[in-house]
């Protein structure tokens, strides 16, 4: 066997080399560094530019809400500050209440969790001195006591998970019962989505899921704050005891400079987490909007128009969320860094110092005091350097919650504020002293289609009429393709639907989802140019009719004719309004690809708006690109006209108007039913108003009890002419 001092080749040339192992490990290690700072460099710079660009987006997304008011800044500051003191006393009112109950037995606990950690670590300690000094008999003792610490040690844990949750959910009951009394006081309910600037945007997102998200985030910085600064303090004088004042020294100066790095890293948080709650607080409300107006989207064929609102709603959301976790991805390389690695390198310059500087004897005490004083004081700093790193991320928690807080306060002073508002006259703008806002260039092209409209220059507006029919026609087929109508749903047994360019029904019963026979063996006939009437009592079966022709039920007997479902158009009482610019409310359910696609221009636009609204009361207000919630930014008047230019825009060859025009004059109601005729649009009416049937050919009268009559419309016997009427009576 070899001897014990014989020595390898490469341990002699180490020998005779003595230098060249220092140098070896000093190019490693520079290149270590390099390579090392390059990389976070690159990463910081790319984060950093990546950071600013999305910070300019954000503000200018956010820096105007919808409705005109700037957006409340978003920071951990003194607003802040306020904000979470004021919320903090609803949702703990008193000493007496539950939620201080729940909050003075979590604080127990935390403090008997750390009580525990100082008795582990001393457990600890003792049982490596027994093991190194070979003291079988004490390390055995040492593991039945910390076999015993751990059923405590266990049963706090759990009881810290269970009353913190508990907590969040009383939290949660306390802040939305809160605003459940303001919000459902009275009428404030009704205020809050209708009257104008004191709208609560995105309500159930804000009642539902912020307040949710804000108390979770809530009890997370009362648990993260508490027991980090208790463990800091106790901890401190453990150290201090066992190491002096240089252990703690290094490690402190080690956190400030920390701290310092992440204060400028940190991206702001808060800004982004209330920019999240609002995309989604627009996609839930882009689903509820299908669902309000379910029966107007179906008639329009609107869903893939939809679909593809709903789907960006998504997409936003996706973006901003990945993006977010692409930050919180590059700022936890900097914490591991900061937190975790970097630290330990404090740390065992900390575990040095008391046998560097010995303190209290350190540098003479044997192997066991020297196991023993190691194993307990990195026990200690373990724990101190968690609580301080604690502390450390607690900032990325708090600009978290800055977000939800924002929102939440939000909508706590908007529901305080609804009891004051609309108990006062509103006030009366007249609609043509409204201030314009026309796009630079277009004022002399807007001041003369509103002289055409007027009556100045009607012949030069009925001639653009004539060419937007030719030019309609022309572009039919394409049009129908960009409606993306859905296809006919097939059904088992049943009647017979047939497409051609009548509509014509035969011996067709009209039966509800419910099985009521609402009017029995229908059989009329329209050719095209022929306009209807559909008059008869509520209930009767006139909507009925028309989504018979929709598709939207399925044909109970009988035989229909009809054209495809692109040639129709519905118009109802109440229009829908798409999420969108005041472009999308024409051209609906078109995109702005499609209109582009058919070289449709904004021009065109303005000559359909000039035949409904004469007095340019729409686009003086709003620019084309402009986004609003239109169904609180149009009046009922200005919502109609906006429904039949989207009926000219589309120009079918067929339109049910279903009560659309009663918010508007005589005069333009005359002249919108003009402009159909001119267009070569065939139009079915439901109106009880008499004086719309000398806009007809027919009047298709349902009696309520199954019964039905089709005649022709005879002018004299219902005792009108062609002049506008004064009055309106009502058809029996």
């Not at 503000?59 to 008011?69: L, P, Q, S, V, Y």
């Not at 007496?96 to 037995?105: G, I, N």
């Not at 560097?356 to 540098?363: D, E, L, M, P, Q």
């Not at 002018?715 to 002049?723: D, S, V």
């Amino acid at each position: 066997m070899a001897s014990s001092t014989e020595v390898s080749p490469f341990q002699a040339w180490l020998a005779e080399n003595p230098n060249m192992l220092k140098a070896i490990g000093n190019r490693r290690l520079w290149a270590l560094v390099l390579i090392g700072g390059g990389a976070s460099t690159a990463i910081f710079v790319a984060w950093k530019a990546k950071r600013m660009s999305e910070l300019r987006a954000l503000r200018r997304h956010d820096g105007r809400r919808d409705d005109g008011k700037a957006a409340q800044k978003v920071a951990v500051d003194m607003v802040f500050a306020k904000r979470l003191a004021k919320i903090s006393k609803i949702i703990i009112p008193g000493p007496l209440s539950p939620e201080f109950f729940l909050l003075v037995c979590l604080t127990s606990l935390l403090v008997a969790r750390t009580y525990v950690s100082v008795i582990i670590a001393d457990i600890l300690g003792q049982n490596a001195q027994y093991l190194v000094g070979k003291k079988w008999n004490q390390f055995a003792r040492g593991i039945l006591r910390f076999a015993l610490i751990t059923l405590p040690a266990s049963a706090i844990n759990s009881g810290l998970k269970y009353f913190k949750e508990i907590l969040v959910i009383r939290f949660r009951v306390r802040l939305s019962e809160y605003v459940h009394n303001e919000y459902l006081r009275g009428v404030n309910f009704y205020k809050a989505c209708n009257l104008g600037t004191e709208r609560i945007d995105n309500a159930d997102q804000r009642v539902t899921s912020d307040i949710k998200k804000f108390a979770g985030a809530f009890a997370d910085i009362y648990t993260s704050l508490f027991k980090p600064l208790l463990d800091v303090v106790l901890f401190t004088a453990k150290l201090t005891q066992n190491t002096g004042w240089t252990g703690p020294l290094i490690m402190y100066s080690y956190f400030v400079l920390s701290g310092f790095i992440k204060r400028v890293i940190m991206p702001s948080f808060g800004k982004l987490v209330a920019h999240e709650s609002t995309l989604e607080g627009e996609f839930r409300t882009a689903h509820q909007r299908i669902i309000t107006n379910s029966e107007e989207i179906a008639f329009y064929d609107g869903a893939y128009r939809e679909k593809q609102i709903i789907n960006s709603c998504l997409t936003a959301i996706y973006k901003h969320v990945v993006y977010v976790r692409y930050l919180r991805s590059l700022v936890l390389v900097f914490d591991g860094l900061l937190v975790k690695y970097w630290a330990s390198i404090a740390g065992y310059s900390v575990l040095a110092a008391p046998m560097i500087f010995n303190v209290k004897g350190s540098a003479f005490k044997d192997a066991e005091g020297l196991t023993r004083d190691y194993i307990r004081n990195s026990q200690y700093l373990q724990q101190l350097a968690q609580a301080v790193g604690q502390l450390v991320l607690v900032g990325n928690n708090l600009t978290t919650i800055a977000g939800y807080t924002s929102r939440v306060s939000e909508l706590l002073e908007m529901v305080r504020q609804l009891s004051t508002v609309g108990n006062k006259p509103f006030q009366i703008v007249e609609e043509h002293k409204v201030a314009p806002a026309v796009a630079p260039g277009k004022s002399e092209e807007k001041e003369a289609l509103g002289q055409a409209a007027s009556g100045a220059d009607a012949a030069a507006l009925n001639a653009w009429l004539q060419q937007w029919r030719v030019r309609a026609e022309a572009e039919r087929a394409q049009r129908i393709r960009f409606r993306h109508a859905s296809k006919p749903a097939h059904v088992v047994g049943g009647g017979k639907i047939e497409e051609g360019e009548e509509i014509r029904f035969e011996h067709v019963d009209i039966v509800s989802p419910e099985g009521k026979l609402l009017v029995r063996d229908l059989t009329f006939e329209v050719k095209p140019s022929d306009n209807v009437m559909v008059t008869g009592p509520n209930g009767a079966g006139k909507s009925s009719l028309f989504r018979l022709i929709g598709e939207l039920w399925p044909l109970h007997n009988g035989h229909l004719i009809k054209p495809r479902k692109e040639d129709i158009l519905f118009v109802p009482q109440k229009p829908y309004l798409v999420l969108g610019t005041l472009r999308d409310q024409i051209i609906y359910p078109h995109s702005v690809a499609d209109m582009q696609a058919l070289n449709i221009t904004d021009d065109d636009l303005d000559h359909l708006l000039a035949v409904v609204d004469p007095a340019r009361t729409i686009t003086t207000q709003w620019r084309w690109d402009e986004v609003k919630d239109w169904f609180v930014a149009f009046s009922g008047g200005q919502k109609q006209r906006v429904a039949m230019a989207r009926l000219f825009y589309h120009k079918p060859k067929y339109a049910i108007l279903d009560e659309c025009t009663s918010a508007v004059s005589d005069e333009v109601e005359d002249k919108l039913y003009e402009t159909c005729k001119k267009l070569g649009i065939t139009l079915f009416t439901v109106s009880h108003r008499k004086a719309l049937a000398r806009h007809h050919d027919y009047i298709l009268s349902f009696d309520g009890r199954g019964g039905w009559s089709f005649q022709k419309v005879n002018l004299a016997e219902l005792n009108l002419t062609n002049a506008s009427p004064a009055n309106s009576v009502t058809l029996s």
